[in-house]
C-alpha cells in the first residue's frame, strides 16, 4: 500500500486499517502508530465480545478504531457508525473504502442528542476532544437528531446488541433522545465515566432509571464485575446492561455477578493443583525451573495457593464467576503471606502488582512497581516461581541474563501503565532513557521513542538494521516517512 499524502493507513491488530491524518502532532495518528491499538482496555474485550451477526451502534466514532475492529469479526452483522464532524468522518470514509466493509459499516454523518438540530461545535486537531461546550479552537456547523427518530427513520428493527457512548458530555441528552430504544432494547452499553478530566455526573444514575445495572471491565481476563462507586479513579469507561443481557453475558463467559461470585468455593477448584503443572507451558518455566526446586521446600503454603489461583483464573473454560473468585481467593491468600515476617519475598511482590493489575488499581500497582525495581535492582531472577504483571508479556521468552529480562519488563509495564499514551507525557523521552541500558523490550518502545522525538522536534536516530521499517512491518511505509527514509523496493 503507497503512502498518500492526504493521510496514513495504518494497520492495527487483526489486519484492520485506520485512516489518519499524516502527522505525528494528532492524538490518533500518534496513538494508533505508538501501539497499533487504542489506547483503552476495553479494546480487546470488545473484539472478544463481537459475534458474526451482531448489530451495534457507535455513537461518537471519531476515526472509527471502535467500529472497525467491531466491523472486522462480523460477517452478516452491521455497526452505524456516528460522527458528526467532517475531519474523523472522511477519515473513517476512507478506512470503510480500504477494508471493503461498506456492507458491514454505515457512516452516520451526524450527532445524536434529544432532538434534532443544527449546532455548532467546537473542533481541533485532536478530533477526540471536539465538543458541543467548547469555547475554543475552530467551528463547525454539525446536524443533531434524536436515536429514537434515526432508528426509525431507517427502519432499523434488529435487535441492537452492543452500543458505545462516547459523546464528550451529551450522553445524558443523547440517552433522553434515545429513551424508547433504551427502555425497550437490552444492549450492552459502554460509555465514558469521565470525559477529559470531568466525571460525567448523573449518567450511571440516567442508566439506573432505565433498568441498566453498571459493571467495570477486570483487565486482560475480560470479565465484567459489578461497580463500586468507591473506586472509580482509575476507570475511564464503564458499562451497563439489563439482567437478561447480563445472564447472555454471563453465560458467554463476560460476566460475573457478586451473588455468583460468592456462591463458588474456589479452594476447591485449587484443590489438587500445583504451580508447576499450572506454569509448565509458559516460556520462563524452563529457564526457571531448577532454582524454583530447590527452593520449593520454603515457599509458603498461602504463597502456593495464592499463585495456583492466579494461574488458573486465566483458564476461559472456568466460569465467569469462578475466575472471579480465584481472584479474590489470590488476593486474601497473598495479603495473609505480607502480613507475617518474611513475607514480602520478590515474587510475592510481583504477584501482587499482577493482581491489582486486574483490578486495574492503576496508581497503586505502578507505585508498587517502582518500589520493587528500587528493593530489588541487579537482582537474579526470583527463587520462587512467579506471574508476570500483565498478559501482553505472558509470550515473553527470557534472556541469558533472566534477572535483567525480568527488570526490563517491569519496566516496559510501568511504561505502558504510567499515562494511556506517551502522547499525554510532559517528556516521555525522559523516562525512555532508562532503556538505553536494557536489553529485550517490545518494538512498542521504539515506536514510542520515535513518536515522542518527531513530535518534540528532536533528532531521531535508529538502528540498522531496524524492524520498523523492514518489509514485514506493518506500518513500514509510514515509518519509512516519519524517519524521512526512501521507501524499500519490492
Known amino acids: 500500500m503507497k503512502i498518500m499524502k492526504d493521510f496514513w493507513p495504518v494497520r492495527l491488530k487483526e489486519n484492520v486499517t485506520v485512516c489518519v491524518q499524516p502527522t505525528v502532532g494528532q492524538m490518533s495518528s500518534y496513538v494508533l502508530l505508538e501501539q497499533e491499538d487504542w489506547f483503552e482496555d476495553e479494546m480487546s474485550f470488545v473484539r472478544e465480545l463481537v459475534t458474526p451477526e451482531m448489530y451495534a451502534f457507535d455513537i461518537g466514532a471519531n476515526h472509527g478504531v471502535y467500529a472497525l475492529s467491531i466491523a472486522a469479526r462480523m460477517q452478516t452483522g452491521h455497526i452505524w457508525a456516528f460522527e458528526p464532524t467532517v475531519a474523523p468522518g472522511k477519515m473513517l470514509e476512507k478506512s470503510i473504502e480500504l477494508n471493503g466493509f461498506a456492507s458491514r459499516i454505515t457512516w452516520v454523518h451526524a450527532g445524536l442528542s434529544d432532538q434534532p438540530a443544527n449546532v455548532e461545535i467546537s473542533t481541533s486537531m485532536n478530533s477526540e476532544l471536539n465538543s458541543l461546550y467548547g469555547q475554543s479552537g475552530s ?15 431507517n427502519g432499523i428493527a434488529r435487535d441492537i446488541s452492543f452500543v458505545k457512548l462516547d459523546a464528550e458530555g451529551e450522553e445524558i441528552k443523547i440517552l433522553k433522545g434515545g429513551h424508547e430504544f433504551f427502555a425497550r432494547q437490552s444492549p450492552l452499553v459502554m460509555f465514558e465515566l469521565k470525559h477529559g478530566n470531568e466525571v460525567n455526573h448523573g449518567l450511571i444514575e440516567a442508566f439506573e432509571e432505565l433498568g441498566y445495572q453498571i459493571y467495570r471491565l477486570l483487565n486482560d481476563i475480560n470479565i465484567l464485575v459489578e461497580f463500586d462507586r468507591t473506586g472509580q479513579d482509575d476507570i475511564l469507561n464503564l458499562f451497563a446492561c439489563k439482567p437478561d443481557r447480563a445472564e447472555e453475558l454471563a453465560r458467554r463467559g463476560f ?29 520462563w518455566f524452563e529457564k526457571c525451573f531448577n532454582d524454583w526446586q530447590a527452593a520449593a521446600a520454603g515457599i509458603p503454603e498461602s504463597y502456593q495457593k495464592a499463585l495456583c489461583a492466579s494461574l488458573m ?12 473468585a480465584l ?28 493482581l491489582l493489575h486486574l483490578r486495574n488499581q492503576r496508581a497503586t500497582c505502578l507505585n508498587l512497581c517502582i518500589q520493587l525495581l528500587q528493593a530489588f535492582a541487579g537482582a537474579p531472577v526470583p527463587a520462587w516461581p512467579f506471574i508476570l504483571p500483565g498478559r501482553r508479556f505472558f509470550a515473553r521468552k527470557p534472556r541469558e541474563n533472566a534477572g535483567q529480562w525480568l527488570q526490563a519488563i517491569i519496566h516496559e509495564f510501568i511504561e505502558y501503565r504510567q499515562s494511556f499514551s506517551s502522547y499525554f507525557q510532559a517528556d516521555p523521552l ?12 517490545d518494538i512498542e518502545i521504539e515506536r514510542r521513542r520515535i513518536l515522542a522525538a518527531k513530535r518534540s522536534g528532536r533528532q531521531v536516530s535508529i538502528t540498522v538494521p531496524c524492524r520498523l521499517i523492514e518489509n514485514d512491518s506493518p506500518n513500514n511505509l509510514i515509518w519509512r516517512q516519519i524517519l524521512s527514509l526512501q521507501p524499500l523496493s519490492d
Do not use: C
Open 327 to 354: 481472584l479474590g481467593f489470590a488476593e486474601q491468600q497473598l495479603e495473609i503471606l505480607l502480613q507475617q515476617p518474611g513475607g514480602a519475598h520478590y515474587s510475592a511482590w510481583l504477584l501482587k502488582i499482577h
Open 430 to 441: 525522559a523516562g525512555m532513557q532508562r532503556f538505553a541500558a536494557l536489553q529485550g523490550y
Open 139 to 153: 467551528r463547525e456547523t454539525i446536524r443533531l437528531e434524536s436515536l429514537d427518530a434515526f432508528i426509525k427513520a
Open 313 to 324: 483464573l486465566h483458564d476461559k473454560s472456568l466460569e465467569a464467576a469462578q475466575r472471579v
Open 255 to 283: 460476566l460475573a455477578r457478586t451473588t455468583g461470585i460468592n456462591a463458588v468455593a474456589p479452594a476447591e477448584i485449587i484443590s489438587g493443583r500445583n504451580w508447576a503443572d499450572l506454569l509448565r507451558h509458559y516460556p
